[in-house]
């Protein structure tokens, strides 16, 4: 069954969702050694979802995601982290690494392909109708531009990219509060980012774009509510910081916290911790940075009312200490039912979102030579009205030979256009002799969309004269992209496989 793949770079971790496009099922992506699974409290219960660590390590192999904890490679020189930090450098930050020079780009490429492979020999490459990527709204051009590259490199051809907040809203079934004042909260491992936006339409890609009225941002998340818990219990027994994270899921579900680890038992309550936490002045420190984000939001004329819903998500929002305080500021605005799968999901709501309402302008043709050589007929490959992205093919046609030894098929793409209306009119009479206006509308327009690239499809062997020779298969990208699928009859092999050609309307 041909899956949708939404892919979401956190700091720390990346979350990986799929969607089964007949049944409509949807599930967290384990990809093997590379994935780590951790158990989330929800509204609904106890969920375990699989989370790739944003790393990778060059030294003996290379060494992706858990791999690189699973080998003790973690603190390595030869290791980079995070991965939305990589994709977001404009500078690609060298380093050298043994007997060559590895690029930040390098690394977040490397560990992408490594996904993205993992992905296909999961479900079957032919099998993943398409990719979406899902990066921040603060810097959305720059990871846009990164992944554009990355996809070009790898000849990905099928993928989205979209901004989390979109996502959030979607997610959250909000898709009405378009051009609405939001606020967007996104509380991760090593960072707590607070975005006051819109969500607005576009008649481009992306379809739905956030507005950033204004941002705030705080480098502190769940990591700092482990060193917290870490240090408190370090007087009885070293801790890692993996022991204090998990210490932190126990106490999100239970109260109180009791172990006993080596014969020494380690106790916290969750009372305890929170007023460890607000000695620290984290509580104060995130409610004068909400207090901020309106002061500035009124210089733009945004006030606390004028916002409806607050989109709360990340993994670090559930725990109770952050949950409480955004609770008693936002009062029920605060939407946090979904805040440990709401971007990945919300992404994969995107792409339904976007496949219902998009259709293809115009009639799209390919131009050829009549059999007697005196004129040119053409054939619809794309009809105006097709909704896109397509994935089994609009349209096939065979291609002949058209001459003993011909080395090669040039595709000619027409773009036809019929006139709606016109200002030529003029007065007749019809049959049962009522007057009657009608518009004199000309012959389609066509369009040589592709003369100055044109796509050459090369014959090997030769083709002989009359020969069936091609079967060619067209399908539309979710960019609105002409997708061309080539086998040569002859020797029964696929030579083009979904190459991206003209860009429709």
């Known amino acids: 069954m041909a899956k949708t793949v939404s892919i979401f770079f956190n700091n720390v971790n990346l979350q990986i969702y799929s969607q089964d496009e007949k049944s409509g099922v949807i599930e967290s992506v384990h990809l093997g050694d590379i ?32 791999e690189v904890f699973a080998h003790k490679k973690f603190r390595s020189p030869a290791t980079f982290r995070y991965m939305k930090q990589y994709i977001g450098k404009e500078q690609y930050l060298p380093r050298i690494i ?35 990527f899902i990066v921040e709204p603060l810097n959305f051009q720059i990871f846009a531009s990164t992944i554009e590259e990355f996809c070009l490199r790898i000849g990905l051809i099928n993928y989205k990219i979209v901004d989390e907040a979109v996502c959030a809203l979607l997610a959250y079934d909000l898709a009405s509060q378009i051009d609405q004042h939001l606020v967007y909260l996104m509380f991760g491992y090593t960072t707590i980012d607070f975005y006051l936006i819109k969500i607005v339409e576009s008649n481009r890609e992306p379809r739905l774009q956030s507005v950033i009225i204004c941002s705030m941002h705080k480098n502190y998340g769940g990591v700092d509510i482990d060193k917290v818990i870490h240090d408190s219990l370090a007087d009885k027994l070293p801790l890692s910081m993996k022991k204090a994270r998990e210490i932190r899921g126990k106490l999100n579900v239970n109260p109180n916290y009791r172990e006993t680890i080596d014969g020494i038992e380690l106790s916290l309550t969750r009372n305890d911790l929170h007023e460890l936490l607000d000695q620290k002045g984290y509580g104060e420190e995130l409610r004068m940075l909400l207090r901020d984000l309106f002061d500035l939001a009124s210089g733009f004329g945004v006030t606390f009312d004028n916002v409806a819903y607050v989109l709360g998500c990340g993994l ?48 799209y043709a390919i131009r050829s030579r009549t059999a007697k050589g005196d004129g040119y007929r053409y054939d619809i490959i794309v009809p105006k009205g097709t909704p896109y992205p397509t994935q089994n093919g609009i349209t096939s046609i065979v291609a002949n030979g058209f001459f003993v030894g011909q080395l090669e098929v040039e595709l000619d793409i027409i773009r036809m256009d019929r006139p709606e ?67 040569d009859l002859r020797r029964n092999q696929t030579i083009w496989k979904r190459k991206k050609s003209v860009r429709m309307e």
């Open 35 to 66: 994935s780590t699974t951790v158990e989330i409290k929800t509204p609904k219960g106890r969920e375990k979802i699989h989370l790739v660590p944003a790393m990778i390590c060059y030294e003996d192999r290379i060494y992706c995601g858990q």
């Open 98 to 132: 043994g007997d060559q020079e590895i690029s930040t780009f390098q690394a977040a490429a490397d560990l992408l392909i490594n996904i993205i492979d993992r992905i296909h020999e999961l479900y079957g490459k032919d099998q993943v109708a398409m990719i979406v």
């Open 316 to 363: 670090s929002l559930p725990t109770p200490y952050y949950q409480d305080i955004m609770r008693d500021f936002f009062g029920p605005k605060l939407l946090s039912h979904r805040t440990h799968d709401a971007i990945p999901i919300g992404a994969l709501k995107y792409l339904q979102k976007g496949g219902r309402q998009a259709t293809i302008k115009a009639n």
């Open 421 to 487: 209306s016109s200002s030529d009119r003029e007065i007749v009479i019809d049959d049962a002799g009522r007057i009657q206006m009608e518009e004199n509308l000309g012959d389609e327009q066509q369009s040589f969309i592709n003369q100055a690239r044109p796509e050459i499809i090369p014959l090997d062997p030769p083709a002989l004269d009359n020969e069936q020779r091609l079967e060619i298969t067209f399908d539309v990208s979710l960019n609105r992209d002409l997708l061309i699928t080539v086998k």
